[in-house]
């Protein structure tokens, strides 16, 4: 159960060996969190990151999840649901993939759709459900400011983010009033591997700033979380910059 | 069954979000609302795979009458004072029957109940199950102590009869309701001769102050508890107002006046509800501050004999219907803990700490316990109790009563469950010491776990 500050007891990270998820899971796990699942595709890579929550002093367990195999989602996610409550999903899955050559290849551009939106419908569909059947706990979307408004340079992954973002809203409405909160939270430019050699946008951040909004915004049970904060009012002004204008702007 | 309530009586609704009387941490269930025994029995016989809770007026706190995804037994549907033996001073009542109505009947036959917390809005059943103390702790022991007996439905749907002395009474009475549904207790009562109280006010200028009157006169009076400035720093860091008392006897009323034609009388007064929507952050350093101030300033340095109303000394919020709005949607904590005679410098410490911490707390009260109770989660034992509540979007909170709790577990103290919303779990057993035998005893009676609740589920109980 969470406590009095939102805090979970227990968490599922679909996306197990994202940067900003596992920041996130290491402050939670300072707090309250005893138990951790880590879903993502089997990989060394996994292993290492569900051994390193396990130092902190976590039970860490890990489940084999991929995205784009939604047919398999149920199967995975409800064997994480049958053996306790979870507390709170973090939906943290998500690839930049490559503009340039996702527009020479409209596979590649497909497989970042399916993983970003219809990977996430799919897996947040399912969590949902098992989250209303408990009655209680938090579904903790990772959406992004790209899907505010489609950028020229990464429109690609920006439709599939804001595809996510829409999903989460009105996910978040469907489930008010059934003790299941839903929170989008759009970070803006965060330092990582996802990211490791892009030149920094403005107002970047990090998985450490990001985890630490979540914490706060569990405790505000906010529906929507900008990091940083100012992002709120500059993606507000950034939305009513007309079209001609916007499509010269260096961002 | 009334076609005006909101609650079928035994499927229940679909799930609403419930929450304690701090507002924070809500979860949904099925609202099940029994006006029978029988539609009790069938609502715990139909509460499914995720059990069920009892709930009364909702006053505990935090999370103990919640039970995400299950069903809550809403029992003010069983509302029945059966018999009163105005001769003996008992009561037989079902457990939906609040205190304030207890009083009403009580009162003009000249009885009380024998334990009222800050409220008079709680359940004879939630009484019970929190084992709820009062003003005169150190005289009276905790309500459970006046019980004589109770009918219990249990987890099979059977009543049980459960007398004083057997371990199903001493796991029920402060048991938080996971042993069973309460139907009906019976009480003993507090005879009285008026419905006022005679009032002693004093101020202690510090905390060492306050712990030596409280430790040298308590013992003279029935009803004691001391108002605390938390916010108060320096010199005069735990600053209080003594409020202490007991019921007025016929004899201190003044002639001719209508107390004195009518002296067992109820009036308890009523202001405006507090509106639904208060914004955040109103309760912060200034207002408290502001507030605390002038409380200190406005109460006498010392005059006796007052003559109060029950309702104006024992429960002033009550005036105020939805007080607990006025933390705004943030809600609010209640951290409760107690620590044993001896124990003085933990307590010294931790009052220390919240005064250099600045929790805008304007609810603080200090009092001392008598004896312990024997319940096997009862809240009381011996020693110093220091209640005070915080609103929860303070900061960095979770961390600071985190380290506030570690200071009692050490003192040997405790925190008391039916204001918990946040207790590390793993604190539990070393604060109560019987917690093992309630397991116990609960897996028997319940093995498949019909009754639980989200406190249970989140401290493992």
Redesign the interface.
């Known amino acids: ?7 979970p ?1 227990s968490l599922l990270v679909l996306g197990g060996t994202s940067e900003i998820a596992l920041a996130t899971a290491r402050r939670l796990i300072a ?2 969190t005893r138990t951790v699942w880590l879903a993502g595709r089997p990989s060394p890579a996994l292993e290492t990151a569900a051994s390193g929550l396990r130092d902190l002093g976590a039970d860490v367990r890990t489940v084999a999840f991929d995205a784009l195999d939604s047919d398999a989602h149920e199967a995975a996610l409800g064997k994480v649901f049958a053996e306790g ?1 979870i507390d709170m999903v973090l939906l943290a899955f998500g690839v930049l993939g490559d503009q340039a050559r996702d527009e020479n290849e409209p596979g590649a551009a497909v497989r970042v759709a399916q993983t970003n939106y219809t990977g996430a419908v799919s897996a947040g569909l399912i969590c949902a459900k098992s989250l ?5 706990g938090s579904l903790v979307v990772l959406s992004s400011v790209a899907g505010e408004r489609a950028r020229r340079a990464n429109f690609i992954y920006g439709s599939s983010k804001a595809g996510l973002d829409a999903f989460a809203q009105g996910l978040g409405d469907a489930l008010y ?4 909160h839903v929170m989008v939270v759009r970070p803006g430019f965060v330092h990582s591997k996802m990211t490791a050699g892009l030149p920094a946008a403005p107002l970047a951040t990090t998985p450490e700033i990001v985890a630490t909004a979540i914490e ?1 915004g569990l ?2 049970r906010s529906e929507t979380v900008w990091v940083p904060g100012t992002l709120r009012v500059v993606m507000s002004a950034l939305r009513h910059v007309p079209r001609a204008v916007f499509r010269r702007l260096p961002v | 069954m009334p076609v005006d309530s909101p609650y079928t009586a035994v499927s229940g609704t679909g799930p609403v979000p419930v929450t304690g009387w701090g507002r924070t941490a809500p979860t949904a269930a099925r609202l099940v609302r029994p006006r029978t025994y029988e539609e009790a029995v069938a609502a715990v016989r139909s509460c499914g795979a995720r059990g069920g809770i009892a709930r009364g007026l909702g006053r505990a706190y935090g999370d103990a009458a919640q039970n995400a995804g299950g069903a809550v037994l809403d029992m003010t549907g069983l509302d029945r004072v059966h018999t009163i033996d105005a001769g003996g001073g008992t009561v037989l009542c079902d457990a939906g029957v609040s205190l304030h109505r207890l009083m009403e009947v009580l009162l003009p036959l000249g009885w009380f109940v024998p334990v009222t917390p800050g409220t008079r809005y709680v359940t004879v059943g939630g009484a019970i199950g929190a084992d709820i103390h009062g003003k005169n702790h150190h005289v009276s022991g905790s309500f459970t102590r006046h019980v004589l007996s109770l009918d219990l439905l249990t987890a099979d749907g059977e009543i049980l009869t459960v007398s004083r002395g057997t371990p199903l009474f001493d796991a029920t009475a402060g048991g938080m309701g996971l042993t069973g549904v309460i139907l009906t207790a019976t009480v003993r009562l507090q005879p009285v001769e008026t419905s006022l109280m005679s009032v002693d006010t004093e101020r202690a200028t510090d905390l060492d102050d306050l712990m030596a009157r409280l430790t040298a006169t308590d013992h003279r009076y029935r009803y004691s508890v001391a108002w605390i400035d938390l916010l108060a720093r320096g010199r005069s860091m735990g600053r209080s107002v003594l409020t202490r008392g007991d019921h007025a006897p016929l004899d201190a009323l003044p002639d001719r006046t209508r107390a004195r034609r009518d002296p067992l009388a109820f009036r308890p007064g009523r202001l405006p509800a507090a509106p639904a929507f208060v914004p955040e952050g109103l309760l912060g350093r200034t207002t408290v501050g502001l507030f605390n101030e002038l409380w200190y300033r406005k109460a006498p340095r010392a005059r006796t004999g007052e003559l109060q109303r029950i309702s104006a000394f024992f429960h002033p919020l009550d005036g105020v219907p939805h007080w607990n709005r006025v933390y705004g949607r943030g809600g609010f904590v209640q951290y409760q803990f107690v620590v044993g005679y001896g124990q003085e410098d933990a307590l010294r410490r931790i009052v220390h700490r919240i005064s250099r911490r600045r929790c805008p707390s304007f609810l603080a009260v200090l009092k001392r316990f008598g004896d312990g109770d024997p319940g096997w989660l009862s809240f009381p034992m011996p020693g110093w109790t220091l209640a005070l509540d915080i609103p929860a979007n303070l900061p960095e909170l979770g961390g600071f009563l985190d380290e506030l709790d570690e200071e009692v577990a050490a003192a040997d103290g405790r925190v008391y469950l039916a204001k918990d919303a946040r207790l590390r779990p793993g604190l539990l057993a070393s604060m109560y010491p019987r917690l093992d035998e309630f397991r116990a005893l609960r897996g028997e009676l319940d093995p498949a776990g019909v009754f639980t609740s989200d406190l249970a589920r989140r401290l493992g109980l």
């Open positions: 159960m969470k406590d009095a500050f939102g805090t007891q707090r309250r409550d209303q059947t408990q009655g209680h009033g059934t003790g299941v706060t405790r505000r």
